[in-house]
């Protein structure tokens, strides 16, 4: 899938500059159909707008013949096609892989090698012309992931009490699985009428909950999706959160992920 989106000059934000490293976001999937993709996606636009190169691999979606992805990109024998990652990098869309399979495989790879970021290197030659792998999927795949990395995965609820005890369930599970810390955004969708007080007191009572039983401090904030100015805000807290991709180890197949039909990779 691909997603427009237009440069600007980004002047007098934070006078941040994009930098060569790859860099890694990582955002955990919900289960519901709330605004959590909008959001995703308009928080990619920014970052392009500021001048980094955004490809997201999205393991809520599983590659098939029609639509490949990470698992093929990992296997022996990409699609036809596929080199063209390095120059649509370049270009001004959102480039958006099916990733189920491939974050699957990497997930098995850092289990057995009980850290993640070492399985997560192989993400460096296949993505080395972008600025930014954001990594969208649920907190069972993320957490071997994201094992002894310096990431600080987001976490998108709503603004009031709805979805605060799957926040903490997730809190929890980032926190003992993988043992990082999250940020935990309140997204007021448009049209809703934004309730300052009581999401700033369900926040507080998150904060508390997750400094008590969990030990860990945590980032709270709330992002108006009508307010272009609460997701730059946001887009600029993650970039500050992002970890560090190195340069991978020798790319190693993954023997689970086949080659499927080449196509097209937009979807």
């Known amino acids: 899938m691909l997603l427009d989106t237009a440069m600007h000059q980004a002047m007098g ?8 490293d790859l860099r890694l976001l990582a955002v955990l999937s919900q289960p519901d159909g709330g605004p959590w993709l909008e959001m995703l996606w308009q928080l990619c636009a920014h970052l392009q707008r500021l001048g980094y190169p955004v490809v997201v691999l999205d393991g ?3 590659e098939e013949p029609h639509a490949p992805g990470l698992a093929q990109l990992l296997g022996p024998a990409p699609w036809p096609g ?5 120059t649509a990098a370049a270009g001004a869309s959102l480039a958006v892989l099916p990733a189920a399979r491939g974050l699957a495989w990497l997930a098995e790879q850092a289990q057995a090698e009980e850290e993640g970021t070492a399985a997560l290197r192989r993400l460096h030659p296949l993505f080395r012309a972008y600025a930014l792998v954001v990594l969208h999927a649920p907190p069972e795949r993320l957490a071997p ?6 990431s600080m995965p ?9 979805g605060m005890v799957r926040c903490y369930r997730q809190l929890k599970h980032m926190a003992l699985h993988a043992g990082v810390r999250c940020t935990v955004a309140a997204i007021v969708p448009p049209g809703v009428a934004p309730q300052p007080q009581q999401t700033a007191q369900t926040l507080a009572t998150l904060q508390r909950s997750a400094h008590k039983h969990l030990g860990l401090p945590i980032h709270t904030t709330t992002v108006t999706a009508a307010r272009a100015q609460d997701i730059q805000r946001l887009a600029l807290q993650l970039l500050e959160n992002a970890g560090t991709l190195d340069a991978a180890l020798p790319l190693l197949h993954a023997q689970g992920c086949t080659a499927l039909s080449p196509l097209d990779r937009s979807h």
């Open 145 to 150: 992931l994201l094992h002894g990395s310096a």
């Open 154 to 162: 987001l976490i998108m609820t709503g603004p009031g009490t709805q």
């Open 60 to 62: 809520t979606a599983r």
């Open 13 to 20: 934000l934070h006078s941040l500059t994009p930098q060569s």
């Open 82 to 86: 596929a080199g063209a990652l390095d």
